[in-house]
């Protein structure tokens, strides 16, 4: 469905993707693994609109989405939770939701009402406080909201940065099982992590980019058994590796 | 002979007055701002625009709610045109130079404004007959109080707009974090263009408010803008309710120090607040305690 190829993106001087070219089906879930500055937002973000590529070409379904707004994109199904989360922090969590669909508001508004009850049948947690400022909600639970507004859209493709990061192991293990879930209704997703062993778990396949480029990629057992991801990314020495069991 | 506590209260309505206009100014500076990162200095030749064309329409004839409803509209579009033709273009400008680009719509705006109208001043009756209401021992225009309810109307509607509509909390996504606002889906072109458009309206109705006191000139607009501009910088630059405090409180001051030192302390007292702000606490007074925007 998402054809990526030679994509070019520059910050200034700076080159923050060099030829980037990959392909995702329906319904996968892929992961993208890095250290940081590797490109990987960079990536999510030129995806979703944010940043534009010098050169190369993103097409979803065939259409060309390269050089398009953030605002175009996401009315042609692709979604991104930034890093951070980015919630609109001074309006209530039900508000911040509403705004996720703000695309198709007008022409279905019964169903948008709909679809905020299912996010919270995905996110229990957020239930009964729909009326909180989301600024004042703990970072899982505004992480949970980012997704809930992320998916508003209706995505068929949902992008997601970090969305662990700085969340307590425990917080940060329900919401990659939310993921997971979400996989399992059909959604499309690209998930950028630092935390490259909670990805491999969820994911289908994975992406490792360095210094802008995809150094490595294929399906996550074969990830989790390659011996230079193991070292750089899942922290396992080589040394420990042989079954020298005392 | 006045006492002193008439005379205080008599200094204190005229400065509620003044206060009103400055509010209403600052508080179209402070929305546009915060929706779309310009400091519309040109605001303050809204106002002027306002106060010329309501007397211009009166003086044709029109009634007076008429002459209201076509000049607010007509400011509004103007205001429209304005940010199409002039910041849509540079929308990816750095801030220093959309500010140039308004400094040259202002004086653009005043030109045009003396070719059309001249320098005569122009008159607009005040809005009811009769003469002043005294409370207190002092003296209390009605024409005051006009200006008072179009301040309450214009919070009540713009607190209704952002908070009880769609559109109203679209505006204030783009106003909390233009990055996420684009990523759902709103267009901050159009978000902008409903700020120009929006602050011109204000910005008219104000002009057409103050022109019984103050009679019409092209060129009323600027100190009025540099007045508004000090109440959004007291007030914090973004916060609505900071904004409108930021109008009362510099009307009331420069018309005390005015009415009991010097009256060429007037507009001094403008730039000396701005000057002690900025040093003390360029956050703005309310900036923080409020901590919500709108």
């Not at chain 1, 062993?197 to 990629?217: T, W």
């Not at chain 2, 030109?111 to 207190?136: E, K, R």
């Not at chain 2, 990055?179 to 978000?191: D, F, K, Q, S, Y």
């Not at chain 2, 904004?243 to 060429?264: D, H, K, M, P, R």
Request: hydrophobic share 50%; proline share 3%; charged share 15%.
């Amino acid at each position: 469905m998402l054809k990526v190829s030679g994509l070019e993106v520059y910050h200034g001087w700076v080159q923050a993707l060099r030829g980037i070219s990959f392909s995702i089906t329906e319904g996968e879930m892929v992961a993208v693994l890095g250290a940081n500055g590797a490109g990987k937002s960079t990536l999510l973000g030129a995806l979703a609109g944010l940043h534009r590529p010098k050169n190369g070409d993103i097409t979803l379904n065939g259409q060309s989405l390269s050089g398009r707004a953030p605002e175009y994109i996401v009315r042609q199904g692709v979604s991104l939770v930034p890093e951070r989360r980015e919630i609109f922090s001074s309006m209530t969590v039900y508000d911040n939701l509403l705004l996720g669909a703000y695309h198709r508001y007008r022409s279905s508004k019964d169903e948008v009402i709909m679809d905020i009850k299912k996010i919270f049948d995905l996110f229990p947690a957020l239930v009964g406080r729909e009326a909180h400022t989301a600024g004042t909600l703990s970072g899982g639970l505004q992480q949970m909201l980012a997704i809930g507004r992320g998916l508003m859209a209706r995505p068929r493709l949902l992008l997601l940065d970090e969305p662990s990061i700085g969340l307590a192991p425990l917080v940060a293990r329900e919401i990659m099982s939310t993921l997971s879930a979400l996989k399992k209704t059909g959604v499309t997703i690209i998930l950028v992590e630092q935390n490259t062993a909670a990805a491999l778990k969820v994911a289908d396949r994975a992406l490792i980019m360095e210094r802008g480029q995809i150094v490595l990629s294929g399906g996550t057992d074969e990830m989790m058994g390659n011996e230079r991801v193991q070292q750089a990314y899942l922290g396992r020495a080589r040394m420990a590796q042989p079954a020298v069991v005392l | 002979m006045v006492d002193l506590s008439s005379q205080l209260l008599q200094l204190l309505f005229s400065g509620l007055t003044l206060g009103s206009i400055y509010a209403l100014i600052a508080l179209a500076l402070v929305t546009t701002f915060n929706i779309t990162g310009v400091l519309n200095l040109a605001q303050g030749e809204f106002v002027a625009l306002g106060a010329l064309l309501a007397a211009s329409l009166f003086a044709a004839g029109l009634p007076l709610p008429l002459v209201f409803i076509l000049t607010v509209a007509g400011v509004a579009i103007l205001g429209g045109l304005v940010e199409r033709s002039a910041i849509y273009p540079a929308r990816g400008a750095s801030s220093m130079t959309l500010i140039i680009i308004t400094i040259g719509l202002s004086i653009s705006l005043r030109g045009l404004a003396l070719l059309v109208w001249g320098t005569d001043p122009l008159l607009l009756p005040a809005f009811s007959s009769g003469g002043p209401i005294l409370i207190g021992g002092a003296a209390i225009n009605p024409q005051s109080l006009w200006i008072f309810g179009l301040t309450a109307v214009t919070l009540a509607m713009l607190f209704a707009f952002f908070e009880l509509t769609y559109l109203g909390k679209a505006v204030r996504a783009c106003e909390i974090n233009r990055t996420a606002a684009r990523l759902v889906g709103i267009n901050p072109g159009a978000m902008s263009l409903l700020a120009f458009a929006g602050s011109g309206a204000i910005g008219a109705a104000a002009g057409i408010f103050i022109a019984p006191l103050t009679l019409a000139t092209y060129d009323m607009g600027f100190m009025l803008g540099v007045k508004g501009f000090v109440a959004a910088v007291i007030g914090g630059m973004n916060n609505v309710g900071g904004a409108v405090l930021g109008g009362f409180i510099l009307g009331v001051l420069e018309i005390y120090s005015a009415g009991l030192v010097s009256s060429g302390l007037k507009d001094a007292v403008a730039l000396l607040v701005l000057l002690a702000v900025l040093l003390i606490r360029p956050e703005g007074l309310v900036g923080v305690i409020a901590g919500r925007k709108v």
